[in-house]
């Protein structure tokens, strides 16, 4: 069995488009890309199969330039790649996670230096052969008891918890998550920008918990070894939460959903959670008409790690549904 995934297979493609409402979301959320190739991911051809290496047009917007209806206009190639984390990598990363804790002042710049350090599970994806290198996903699990006396690691702790205050019952079990049992517990972090390609998910995702797995074997002493053996995944995810639940109930009109999700594997992941609560954002981004009913809420959820053979599962079946 390969230890490492091969980085640049080419996968079959064909093509897809976002629903206009997908769209609106992407607009809500789309963070910086990179110059080469600006500024949106909007109609793509997608792939599907293994990790590796993916082409896909990108909607390109020309500087100035905007079509009547709001959507970008024209369409040029990106061929999609996943590496390993490097340190050229640390501005592209640290844009990505710009928004990660909301508007809390953190120490950023150490959490990125702890993603970079971290090559043997960990991944980015870039466009193939830009040379502006910028980060349009990442992936990565970071052991929470390994990186403990870290100051962004603490911080995050503190405010994971102070989130966490006033949810009965949650509280104490995430205190345990993030004290005595966080050396079998892992900080999942997946970011990206928002209308990155679909078909890109389930490879990305295999290439994360495959790395995992071979490091609980791979990694050159025990107790780095036994830092990826992990037993829970921690997650902090945002979603748009209906404004008025109990009226939407008791409408008869089903065309407005409770909650939705920015990115379609955090309702899975949801599903499959031991515990999870939601948050206000003291962010709130000008909202699509589309969204009016909605206000953007920050997601912490605990999944076991024996739910990830299903969550892998489900997520493929869910994009080769799409």
Known sequence: MPRRPRRHQRLKSWPITFSPFGRALARMGSVSKPKRHSESIENHTPSSASNGFVKHPLDEKPEGSESSDG???????????FFDPKPNDFHGVKTLLQTYLDVE???????????????????????????????????????LSRYREQKCIIQLKDLFLAKASQEKGVADQLRLLLGEQAHNVGLLVSQRVVNLPP?????????????????????????????????????????????????KRKRSDDSEEAIVYVKPEDEIFHTLSSWSFCFPLRTQQPAPHEMKNYRSMGLIMAVEADKIPTFRQELGSLINES
């Open 199 to 247: 078909q890109l998910l389930p490879p990305l995702y295999d290439s994360l918990f495959n790395e995992v797995s071979w490091a609980t074997e791979d990694e050159p002493t025990e107790e780095l070894r036994n830092s990826f053996r992990f037993k829970h995944y921690v997650m902090l995810s945002k979603i748009y939460k209906h404004k008025n639940p109990e009226q």
């Open 71 to 81: 959507e970008f206009d024209g369409v040029v190639q990106a061929d999609f790649a």
């Open 105 to 143: 002042e953190w120490d950023l710049s150490g959490f990125v230096d702890l993603i970079l350090e971290q090559t043997t599970v960990g991944t980015v994806v870039k466009v193939e052969d830009d040379e502006d290198e910028g980060i349009f996903a990442l992936a990565t699990a970071l052991n």
